[in-house]
């Protein structure tokens, strides 16, 4: 069974970084993409970023370009979030997701969610 | 990018209806478009992927169409089970962008 453990969440000034975790179980995780989204206070889901089986290529929202960073450890079987300089606007729940596929309509569906762990930035 | 417009954002049904949801792309995504559940405190859960395919273990009764830029979401003969929030989200490009949800409730 795929499990998906997401981690790292909290409450933080602005400005201040946060390191998010997502540990992965159940399936071969160095063979599939996976991805952050995030889901805001008013319930609106919006995808954070991706990064390839491999570590590359990695992707990211505008919103949040230069600012975070996705990486993963494929010995460890866990992908990392870290976020710098977060803002107001970052506050959110945050998911890491697993993509179903590398093609077709199945490249960026994603297929499982973790449970999803909570970022508040605030003063 | 690729702007996911979901209607209605709310419905009210009963057990037993058959509801439709719809979700209306700003450009053509052709069946690059998947539906997810999600019920409270829990994470998105995936129904069906390019636009009409049902995964594994979801109930007959959720079905999808459509092509292009406007696509329907089903349920027939809702279930206690189904009241829950319901989000499209388009694949065809990224960044990947999902409609603002449409909350079914009793």
């Known amino acids: 069974e795929v499990q998906l453990v997401d981690s790292g969440g909290g409450l933080v000034q602005p400005g201040a970084s946060l390191r998010l975790s997502c540990a992965a179980s159940?399936?071969?995780?160095?063979?599939?993409?996976m991805a952050w989204v995030r889901q805001t206070p008013g319930e609106r889901l919006e995808w954070v970023s991706s990064i390839g089986s491999g570590g590359v290529p990695t992707n990211y929202a505008d919103s949040v370009m230069g600012r975070f960073t996705v990486s993963r450890d494929n010995s460890k079987n866990t992908l990392y979030l870290q976020m710098n300089s977060l803002r107001d606007e970052d506050t959110a729940v945050y998911f890491c997701?697993?993509?179903?596929?590398?093609?077709?309509?199945?490249?960026?569906?994603?297929?499982?969610w973790g449970q999803g762990t909570l970022v508040t930035v605030a003063s | 990018d690729i702007q996911m417009t979901q209607s209605p954002s709310s419905l009210s049904a009963s057990v037993r209806d058959r509801v439709t949801i719809t979700c209306r792309a700003s450009?053509?995504?052709?069946?690059?478009l998947n539906w997810y559940q999600q019920k409270p405190g829990k994470a998105p859960d995936l129904l069906i992927s390019g636009a009409s395919i049902s995964q594994t273990g979801v109930p007959s009764r959720f079905s999808g169409s459509g092509s292009g830029t406007d696509f329907t979401l089903t349920i027939s003969n809702l279930q206690p089970e189904d009241f829950a929030t319901y989000y499209c989200?388009?694949?065809?490009?990224?960044?990947?962008?999902f409609g603002g949800g449409t909350k079914v409730y009793i």
């Open positions: 450009q053509t995504i052709t069946t690059h």
């Open positions: 997701a697993k993509y179903m596929g590398s093609s077709g309509t199945s490249l960026r569906t994603f297929d499982n």
């Open positions: 159940g399936f071969t995780f160095n063979t599939y993409a």
């Open positions: 989200q388009q694949t065809y490009s990224l960044p990947v962008t």
